[in-house]
């Protein structure tokens, strides 16, 4: 691998910037892996790399059907933070940021994590006390989250409208000041070039059609427009796809996917200071390194492959975002898009074994799962390596919902997140 | 990529789907709630019903991609629950019909 540095910049630049290589290969598919990642998201690619790097397991494949990044990883909103309401979730998002804040250095590749804070704004007497439940419960497990009075939300956000005549006045914030966002398309390139320089082939335009399975029920491989490829381990780790790829193996799952979206606006001096987030009128606001405001929108109703959505959704935030911050009423919005999101009916994401053997599925982060990028891909890594969950990621198994064991985000949050 | 084919029975990309409410006709989304995966049984006995079952009944659901029948009701109009069957690939409508009826 081709290390990146302040050094290599400088010769690189004697020469005219000529001699930099492509980030990672672009291989046929073997005959045969001993394991296979399915989707090509940071997910997927980063349990290649830490099946790779943490237990030695290098002769990897990650399929992807279009460009990797190019699901929900380069369509997201890129909000990073772990202050969730219970202790498994906690455990798990925190498990995840902690992992941020080293990876640029692992991976020699900026990822542009940045640790701003991100701010979520309360409404009402629910959201307060909700929020408050929140930071107590995070504070028990170790994870940064405190309480603010409007002024103190202001001076942290001063684009923040909290003038108490508004529609929905802003009554406290809670804010967690590591929490923050990174760069979606680097973190994907990251992987992929940590996990290529390990003997990982990345194989993009490779769609899985069909998986393979013994007279015993064990997955032998899959089908894919690429030809059949084997392996003994599969892991799935296709986002809004999850149910047609764990159709393809017989399994039902406990998901719905529906649309999500995002928009930016024309790039502007940094104004946005932070990233802050309301529940209750649904916006979700921060601005790129590049100058754009990035606005993340809701859901639409219905589930839908479509990899786009309604134009009421974001008029919705729009409106929202006009009310928080006046300020923006005259910006432009530039791009707006969709990602398909696949969701549980917790809002928990599920990490583990599955009924069949030798088939472990990485899935249901939803709306949210971004965040969880190193912890998930660590994890998934460990629990294909090991043949058995983490402690981490046990609760988060596919059995909780017939054990009426659910880790219930959902009611926690009460509104996707 | 392949692109997408034209979305829903409106014109334009990026208007919302326009639904036919079997009791009041075409009208537009927001007047609407979505209900969710249609055809899914309560059994009528749920005591008899082993927990695979029953789990699968609260939590389980096909989220196909192609034709899927859901629910919906007229929330700002009649009021009423019906079904529709769409393309969750093209978010094509192909029809609606009233509770009790069979998908067409
Ligand atoms: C608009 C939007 C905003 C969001 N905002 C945030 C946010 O602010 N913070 C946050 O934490 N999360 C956010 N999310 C959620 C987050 O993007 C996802 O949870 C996360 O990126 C999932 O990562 P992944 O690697 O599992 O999935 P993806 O990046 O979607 O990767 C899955 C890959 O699998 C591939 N695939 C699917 N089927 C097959 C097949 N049959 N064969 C081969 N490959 C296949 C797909 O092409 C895709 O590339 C947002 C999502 C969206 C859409
Ligand atoms: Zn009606």
């Known amino acids: 691998m081709q290390r990146y540095s302040a050094l290599a910049l400088i010769k690189q630049s004697l020469n005219g910037h000529k001699g930099w290589k492509p980030q990672w290969r672009d291989p046929e598919p073997k005959q045969s892996y001993d394991a296979i990642i399915i989707g090509g998201g940071g997910h997927g690619l980063g349990a290649a790399y830490y099946l790779a790097k943490k237990h030695g397991i290098r002769n990897v494949a990650v399929l992807e059907k279009g460009w990797i990044g190019g699901g929900n990883t380069g369509r997201n909103t890129t909000i990073i933070r772990s202050n969730y309401l219970f202790d498994e979730s906690a455990a798990l998002y925190d498990h995840a940021l902690k992992m941020w804040e080293g990876l640029s250095q692992d991976l020699n590749y900026n990822v542009m994590f940045s640790q701003r804070g991100v701010l979520m704004v309360a409404h009402n007497v629910h959201d307060e006390q909700s929020f408050r439940r929140h930071v107590y419960a995070n504070r028990l497990n170790g994870v940064d989250n405190e309480w603010l009075t409007p002024e103190q939300a202001k001076a942290f956000c001063p684009p923040l409208n909290i003038a108490p005549g508004m529609r929905h006045a802003v009554t406290g914030a809670a804010l967690q000041r590591r929490a923050g966002t990174a760069r979606h398309d680097a973190v994907a390139w990251g992987y992929a070039r940590a996990a290529d320089a390990l003997g990982v082939d990345i194989i993009q335009n490779c769609e899985v059609t069909g998986i393979d399975r013994d007279a015993a029920g064990h997955v032998t491989g899959v089908r894919t427009t690429r030809g059949r490829i084997g392996a003994r381990k599969i892991g799935v780790s296709a986002a809004g796809s999850t149910s047609l790829v764990m159709e393809m193996a017989g399994l039902r799952m406990p998901l719905e996917s529906y649309p999500l979206q995002a928009l930016v606006s024309e790039p502007v001096k940094p104004i946005f200071p932070c990233v802050v987030m309301s529940n209750t009128i649904h916006a979700y606001i921060s601005q790129s390194d590049k100058g754009e405001l990035v606005i993340g929108a809701g859901t639409d109703a219905y589930v839908s492959y479509s990899q786009r959505g309604a134009l009421h959704i974001p008029m919705h935030t729009l409106e929202a975002i006009c009310e928080l911050f006046p300020i923006f009423r005259r910006m432009r919005m530039m791009r707006n898009w969709g990602g398909i999101v696949d969701v549980t009916p917790d809002r928990s994401p599920i990490l583990g074994k599955t009924p069949v053997p030798g088939l472990y599925v990485n899935c249901g982060w939803g709306t949210g799962g971004f965040k969880a990028t190193p912890g998930a891909a660590d994890l998934l890594a460990y629990t294909i390596a090991k043949d058995e969950p983490h402690p981490i990621n046990a609760p988060f198994n596919l059995e909780r919902f017939g054990a009426g064991q659910l880790i219930d985000e959902a009611a926690a949050a009460a509104v996707a997140h | ?104």
């Open chain 2, 1 to 104: 990529m392949k692109l997408l084919p034209p979305r829903s029975p409106i014109k334009g990309s990026q208007e919302m789907l326009l639904i036919p409410c079997p009791y009041c006709g075409n009208r537009p989304e927001i007047e609407f709630a979505y209900g969710g995966e249609a055809h899914v049984v309560r059994a009528a006995a749920p005591r008899t019903v082993d927990d695979t079952a029953w789990t699968e009944f609260l939590y389980f659901r096909k989220n196909p991609r192609g034709d899927h029948a859901e629910r919906w009701r007229h929330a700002y109009g009649c009021g009423r629950f019906f079904n529709v069957k769409r393309n969750t690939y093209t978010d094509q409508i192909e029809a609606s019909y009233r509770i009790g009826e069979t998908l067409p």
